[in-house]
């Protein structure tokens, strides 16, 4: 019997429902997967509260870790595996789930579980986003906003790796303390100064290179500000509410900007990028290039707390919840 996360509406963490139900044995190319630990991921509230819509009724989590124990004909896994999964499908707040094969990936030995739950989507968004949309080189200045968040604190470690200069916004001193600590070069508090003109002064007027902004509309006129002449804008999520109604006039008053919404699948699309993003990130966990901040660990039944403090700013780093 399997414990499955539930939503028949959109609406608040109140939506999220528990339901048990028996799973069939797996079907040609399916796995079914024991959950050990299930990332939490700004994605999840997006679905949960329609601004990503989903049919309903629709599992809820993209994420999780876990140990194979049954196997479909063709499906290239063997019982015992230890396996992880980043999506597409939903479904991942569950004690136990059948789904393709081709969405698991087998965790290395010497990664451990809770790494794997919580950091392999964010490891790949912070790979795609560098490397493979912004290209970020050696020497720029780039800013981050949320920078303490779970994607936020990869991205500066990760920009910091190739050699960029990096430019954090937090909201509180203790987010500071841990976007310095992931080597963040400069910390705004957007609480207390603001953004733009502070980039601006850091960079002796230039503006930054690239701008990534997983908070949306709430910082869409900062980074307009703050990103130099044919600088990129890389809007990758929506915590602050979507940004709508680009004006493209706009981008040229402010220096022939570039911006775009990426999303990760458009980027892993191909089984071969998807390896080579993940062997990627597998290998800088291994090297402590990148080091998976856990801050919040919850029961999988504390699902709905863990959104509301997420949707609240309570969170730093990464939250897994724990099966």
Same mark, same amino acid.
């Given at each position: *019997?399997?414990?499955?996360?539930?939503?028949?509406?959109?609406?608040?963490?109140?939506?999220?429902?528990?339901?048990?139900?028996?799973?069939?044995?797996? @079907?040609?190319?399916?796995?079914?997967?024991?959950?050990?630990?299930?990332?939490?991921?700004?994605?999840? !509230?997006?679905?949960?509260?329609?601004?990503?819509?989903?049919?309903?009724?629709?599992?809820?989590?993209?994420?999780?870790?876990?140990?194979?124990?049954?196997?479909?004909?063709?499906?290239?896994?063997?019982?015992? %595996?230890?396996?992880?999964?980043?999506?597409?499908?939903? @479904?991942?707040?569950?004690?136990?789930?059948?789904?393709?094969?081709?969405?698991? +990936?087998?965790?290395?030995?010497?990664?451990?579980?809770?790494?794997?739950?919580?950091?392999?989507?964010?490891?790949? #968004?912070?790979? $795609?986003?560098?490397?493979?949309?912004?290209?970020? &080189?050696?020497?720029?200045?780039?800013?981050?906003?949320?920078?303490?968040?779970?994607?936020?604190?990869?991205?500066? &470690?990760?920009?910091?790796?190739?050699?960029?200069?990096?430019?954090?916004?937090?909201?509180?001193?203790?987010?500071?303390?841990?976007?310095?600590?992931?080597?963040? %070069?400069?910390?705004?508090?957007?609480?207390?100064?603001?953004?733009?003109?502070?980039?601006?002064?850091? #960079?002796?007027?230039?503006?930054?290179?690239?701008? +990534?902004?997983?908070? @949306?509309?709430?910082?869409?006129?900062?980074?307009?500000?703050?990103?130099?002449?044919?600088? *990129?804008?890389?809007?990758?999520?929506?915590?602050?509410?979507?940004?709508?109604?680009?004006?493209?006039?706009?981008?040229?008053?402010?220096?022939?900007? +570039? #911006? !775009?919404?990426? #999303?990760? $699948?458009?980027?892993?699309?191909?089984?071969?990028?998807?390896?080579?993003?993940?062997?990627?990130?597998?290998?800088? $966990?291994?090297?402590?290039?990148?080091?998976?901040?856990?801050?919040? !660990?919850?029961?999988?039944?504390?699902?709905?707390?863990?959104?509301?403090?997420?949707?609240?700013?309570?969170?730093?780093?990464?939250?897994?919840?724990?099966?």
């Amino acid at each position: *019997m399997a414990r499955i996360a539930q939503i028949s509406q959109v609406g608040g963490p109140d939506v999220i429902r528990w339901i048990d139900v028996d799973l069939p044995a797996p @079907g040609p190319g399916q796995v079914r997967y024991r959950s050990t630990a299930v990332g939490l991921n700004y994605i999840d !509230t997006y679905h949960r509260s329609g601004l990503y819509p989903v049919p309903m009724p629709s599992g809820l989590g993209v994420e999780a870790a876990g140990v194979v124990e049954a196997v479909g004909d063709g499906a290239n896994f063997s019982i015992g %595996d230890r396996v992880c999964t980043f999506g597409p499908s939903l @479904g991942a707040y569950a004690t136990q789930r059948n789904i393709p094969g081709s969405g698991l +990936f087998l965790i290395p030995d010497d990664i451990d579980d809770l790494t794997a739950a919580a950091g392999l989507l964010k490891g790949c #968004t912070a790979e $795609f986003l560098v490397e493979r949309c912004a290209r970020v &080189q050696p020497g720029w200045d780039v800013l981050v906003h949320a920078a303490a968040g779970g994607v936020g604190l990869l991205l500066v &470690q990760w920009l910091k790796h190739i050699g960029a200069r990096v430019i954090g916004t937090v909201s509180t001193p203790q987010k500071a303390q841990a976007a310095h600590a992931a080597g963040a %070069d400069e910390i705004i508090l957007y609480t207390q100064e603001p953004v733009a003109s502070r980039v601006r002064a850091l #960079t002796g007027g230039a503006g930054v290179r690239v701008t +990534f902004d997983g908070v @949306g509309a709430a910082t869409w006129e900062a980074s307009l500000d703050a990103t130099g002449r044919r600088g *990129m804008i890389v809007n990758y999520g929506n915590a602050g509410g979507p940004v709508a109604g680009v004006n493209l006039g706009t981008l040229a008053q402010k220096g022939s900007l +570039f #911006t !775009t919404r990426p #999303t990760l $699948f458009d980027y892993y699309a191909a089984p071969e990028e998807r390896a080579a993003g993940i062997d990627q990130v597998w290998d800088l $966990f291994r090297k402590k290039v990148l080091n998976v901040t856990v801050c919040q !660990t919850y029961a999988l039944k504390e699902a709905a707390q863990a959104h509301r403090d997420l949707e609240a700013g309570r969170t730093t780093g990464s939250s897994v919840l724990i099966v």
